[in-house]
């Protein structure tokens, strides 16, 4: 089964999911990975929290800088605000063990979530990751 199957299969269970289950929990990450998001250029990653629309918009990589022996992982995606509210979604972030020795290195490390359906793609999306929010359009027009 090629990457591209194996992710719209997970998309499409993440949604049954959320639509049998509703919002309150939050989406769970669909892939997480070393590196960038798969099909964007090395040269965009800026070395902080950023976020990039994948997959025609029906995805969204988060990336996370930190060590590559204890990399931030992003593990669930919950809607603050909706489109009508102000288009807004929280990433959680799994926690690292304090006694897990990390290396001092600096790398990416990608989360990737299903857009929720209850956000916009056509209006900026505030993305909040602990202190941090990014502001990310969809850069693609008709």
């Known amino acids: ?15 049954l999911v959320l639509g049998l289950a509703g919002c309150a929990a939050g989406a ?3 892939e997480n990975y070393a590196g960038g998001p798969h099909g964007i250029a090395e040269d965009q990653l800026k070395g902080e929290t950023q976020a990039f629309y994948i997959e025609d918009a029906g995805a969204i990589a988060v990336v996370l800088w930190g060590s590559s022996t204890c990399p931030q992982i992003g ?18 972030v799994r926690p690292i063990p304090n006694e897990q020795p990390c290396t001092r ?38």
């Open 28 to 30: 769970s990450v669909v």
């Open 105 to 142: 290195d600096l790398v990416p490390h990608t989360s990737v979530f299903v857009t929720p359906s209850s956000v916009t793609t056509t209006q900026p999306l505030t993305i909040r990751v602990g202190d941090t929010e990014v502001k990310l359009v969809n850069e693609v027009t008709d």
């Open 75 to 92: 593990e669930r995606m919950v809607v603050e605000k909706t489109a009508d509210e102000g288009n807004v979604v929280r990433v959680d």
């Open 1 to 15: 089964m090629s990457g591209r199957t194996r992710f719209a299969v997970a998309a499409a269970a993440i949604a």
